[in-house]
């Protein structure tokens, strides 16, 4: 059974800084795009950033500059360094990636269970 595990969220002054970090386990056989997602209160879940097993990435024009999506294959983690945090990037935040488990033939999305997290203005 894969898992995604989240860690990192928290609450920060506005120009603060988070990084979260999220985990895949289980009975991985490889693991494509890696992103990360927000949904704040009343608004629909929307892409931050998104990574590719090669390590390509791009991001919400929102965050571009400011967040910095990265990632360790050979731990199947992912990061999502946020610098210049300002009070709309609250939300929580979503790990999600494209995995396929050693007993499909192909990938399927797997979610995070969330982090919050709140910056205070």
């Known amino acids: 059974q894969v898992q995604l595990v989240e860690s990192g969220g928290g609450l920060v002054q506005a120009g603060g800084s988070l990084r979260l970090s999220c985990a895949a386990s289980g009975n991985i056989f490889s693991i494509n795009n890696m992103a990360w997602y927000r949904q704040a209160p009343g608004k629909q879940r929307e892409l931050v950033a998104l990574i590719s097993s090669v390590g390509m990435s791009n991001y919400a024009d929102s965050v571009k500059g400011r967040f910095t999506i990265s990632r360790d294959n050979a731990k199947n983690t992912v990061y999502l360094q946020m610098n210049s945090l300002k009070p709309e990037d609250t939300a929580v935040y979503y790990c999600?990636?494209?995995?396929?488990?050693?007993?499909?033939?192909?990938?399927?999305?797997?979610w995070g269970q969330g982090t919050q997290v709140t910056v205070s203005s």
């Open positions: 999600n990636a494209d995995i396929r488990e050693r007993t499909r033939n192909w990938a399927f999305p797997f």
